[in-house]
């Protein structure tokens, strides 16, 4: 049973599924986006990827939060198949983790740029990694359209088809900055500005906000002799009210 459902006080999302699931989820999204990368910005963004799957990997593992869900196991179920009743009960662990709001939408459309990368030759249609992700992003699409109303939900799909991430403009802060300001949020807050962050993230190349931020953080790695990757604005709130 994978799942992804919009916390209580809107700060993301709490992404549910039994081990294979989560697995399953997992391994898609690595085979998409596992080899060499084109340039910096794409490794970037392949990075933030990657942190997405820690999260995943560490939720399948135990290391987050598990329910228990009924499996509809009765009795007479049991006693038809043959399972003795120390074998099996009637309920599956389902593992969760919750995961911040701008950073999935981020990763929806970047996770589109790989996919993108797919030799068409392979047939997208059949691909079973391509699906698994498609299918995914559907549960978040479905998530959201619980939460908004139904003009707000048409512009935000229509935001997240049209949004394209150009490797050589992925400035790594910009979505940075968003995602940390929106975890301090209160849930008001979050509520109210939640179609500017959709904006900021999907159409980040419409803001001269952030060509001002590339061109100062293009001149702190050559102050600093580093990459953008060295650099980040702040770190993400211990606690959160998810």
Request: proline residues 2%; negative net charge.
């Amino acid at each position: 049973m994978l799942k992804a459902e919009l916390t209580e006080n809107y700060a993301g999302f709490t992404i549910y599924g039994d081990f294979d699931d989560l697995n399953l989820l997992y391994d898609s999204i690595n085979h998409l986006i596992v080899g060499e990368t084109s340039n910096i910005g794409e490794y970037m963004m392949q990075g933030h990827l990657y942190g997405f799957l820690y999260d995943v990997r560490h939720a399948y593992q135990g290391d987050r939060e598990a329910i228990l869900i009924s499996n509809f196991m009765s009795d007479n179920s049991r006693q038809w198949f043959g399972f003795k009743k120390k074998e099996i009960t009637d309920k599956n662990v389902c593992y969760c983790f919750n995961y911040l709001l701008p950073d999935l939408i981020l990763d929806m459309i970047l996770i589109k740029h790989f996919i993108s990368k797919v030799d068409k030759k392979d047939n997208n249609e059949y691909n079973p990694y391509v699906n698994m992700v498609n299918f995914f992003y559907s549960l978040v699409l479905h998530a959201l359209g619980e939460f908004l109303t139904e003009r707000r939900f048409n512009k935000v799909k229509k935001s997240l088809l049209e949004a394209h991430m150009y490797t050589n403009a992925f400035i790594p802060q910009w979505f940075e900055i968003i995602s940390i300001d929106y975890a301090k949020m209160t849930k008001g807050q979050r509520e109210k500005e939640f179609m500017h962050i959709i904006d900021y993230i999907c159409n980040y190349i419409d803001y001269e906000d952030y060509y001002a931020m590339k061109k100062r953080m293009e001149k702190i790695c050559k102050e600093e002799k580093c990459t953008l990757d060295d650099i980040h604005y702040d770190d993400y709130p211990k606690e959160i009210d998810w």
